[in-house]
């Protein structure tokens, strides 16, 4: 029997599916059951808190396990290879694109700068990846995906790569390989092994993985999503849309300011982003924000600190916050 | 035997150690483990992504956190 399963051009149980349609009628049945009525102030929040949670975890859990599982065919080693091989600006886009798919930690970022550049991998070609990757990462683009569907993601993806390209293309022009410490260009890196993982292996890698992140930002997440159900019932709309919508030209810069002190935890922060932009805030003003706290992360900078001079350090911030804060400017304009 | 722990100090290179010293005792061996920490000597290995454990001079698992059960198969 042939089911139609397609309506203008989209498999309608996909959608169903990730729309999450079927938690929301759930929850909602659920509530009015027991007597909450979700129409109202209180009712709406605690429909929102349950409903955002369960989904967010759900996405998470099944997507970082998906996509983890597609990164094990991937290793910083062998990304190192086939960059080792490419010039000009196609290493750029190389790079970043490779920095979408190598699984890569930011506490590694050290050993990596330091192979990349030994490897001869030039200075811009490596911020390249070290600009996208943080910005493109799982948890990010899940995240995303469950909040604001599936074009906003892809919009996410493009422009963290479309930055990484052109950030690294601009620190390769300012040739600032004096600002790099010394000590990494007289590193003599071993022979590297890359071994292929078995089946086995790369399912243990996706679920220590879902382990890893589900365990690290759930508690960010509950106290964001619970902050969001407040302001989805509470919060008034005007006030908010007259200061942080898309009208108001700081909203984006003072995003993209306060999350850099923030870590990768501020992942929770996202709810609350969805609740504000119900509530008429720019999306994006709070896509410079998530953009912001991935990519401008203080403590990698401090990690950095260890392989490059302040100088390019602040250099790579300004280029990248310059970039964030435009991508956030176009969102706004757009969307 | 000569057991290497190769890490910055990440979180998940602790419990890569860990799992060394749960394996260790599981297949009732004994061995000199060590955590690298110094980034000049974890380089020497050819890694790039931490954790990373090392066996006697061969490196056997890089940027993940090996299971216990993995561990001791490499012990035997």
Redesign the interface.
């Known amino acids: 029997m042939l089911i139609n399963l397609y309506d203008e051009g989209e498999l309608v149980v996909l959608k169903y599916i990730f729309s999450f349609a079927w938690l929301d009628q759930g929850t909602t049945w659920i509530l009015n059951r027991i007597g909450v009525d979700t129409g109202e102030r209180f009712g709406g929040s605690i429909h929102f808190f349950i409903y955002d949670t369960i989904k967010i975890l759900i996405l998470l859990s099944m997507m970082v396990f998906i996509i983890s599982y597609m990164r094990s065919y991937f290793?910083?080693?062998r990304t190192?290879k086939i960059l080792e091989k490419l010039g000009g600006f196609k290493a750029h886009v190389a790079a970043s694109l490779l920095g979408i798919v190598t699984?890569?930690?930011s506490?590694?970022s050290?050993?990596?700068f330091?192979?990349f550049i030994?490897g001869g991998i030039p200075l811009g070609v490596t911020f390249s990846f070290l600009i996208t990757s943080p910005i493109v990462n799982e948890a990010a683009f899940v995240i995303l995906l469950g909040t604001f569907g599936p074009k906003i993601a892809g919009y996410y993806v493009v422009s963290g790569v479309v930055l990484g390209v052109i950030g690294g293309y601009i620190i390769h022009l300012l040739k600032l390989e004096k600002y790099v410490e010394e000590?990494v260009y007289q590193?003599?890196?071993?022979?590297?092994?890359i071994?292929t993982l078995s089946r086995r292996?790369r399912i243990?890698?996706a679920k220590?993985n879902v382990k890893?992140i589900v365990g690290r930002i759930w508690k960010y997440l509950l106290i964001g999503i619970g902050i969001g159900a407040l302001i989805h019932g509470w919060a008034p709309e005007e006030v908010l849309s007259k200061y942080a919508g898309p009208e108001n030209p700081f909203a984006v810069l003072f995003a993209t300011i306060i999350a850099i002190p923030l870590y990768s935890n501020a992942m929770g922060t996202i709810p609350i982003a969805e609740a504000l932009i119900n509530k008429g805030v720019g999306m994006g003003t709070a896509m410079a924000f998530m953009m912001a706290t991935t990519a401008l992360s203080l403590p990698e900078m401090i990690l950095l600190r260890?392989v490059i001079k302040p100088k390019l350090i602040t250099v790579f911030t300004i280029i990248t916050g310059v970039g964030i804060i435009i991508v956030g400017y176009l969102f706004n304009m757009i969307i | 035997m000569e057991i290497k722990v190769l890490g910055?100090g990440?979180k998940?290179c602790d419990d890569l150690y860990d799992n060394v010293i749960k394996a260790l005792s599981q297949a009732g061996k004994e061995a000199n483990v060590e955590k690298v920490e110094d980034?000049?000597s974890?380089?020497?290995?050819?890694?790039?992504?931490?954790p990373a454990l090392v066996i006697d001079g061969e490196?056997?698992i890089?940027?993940?956190?090996a299971?216990v059960e993995?561990i001791v198969n490499f012990l035997k």
Not at chain 2, 42 to 50: D, E, L, T
Not at chain 2, 62 to 65: A, D, M, S
């Open positions: 290793s910083v080693e190192k699984p890569f930690c506490c590694s050290v050993p990596l330091i192979g030994e000590y590193i003599k890196m071993g022979d590297t092994v071994k292996e243990e890698f220590s890893d260890k | 910055t990440c998940k980034i000049i974890i380089m020497s290995f050819g890694v790039m992504s931490s490196v056997l890089v940027g993940r956190v299971q993995e």
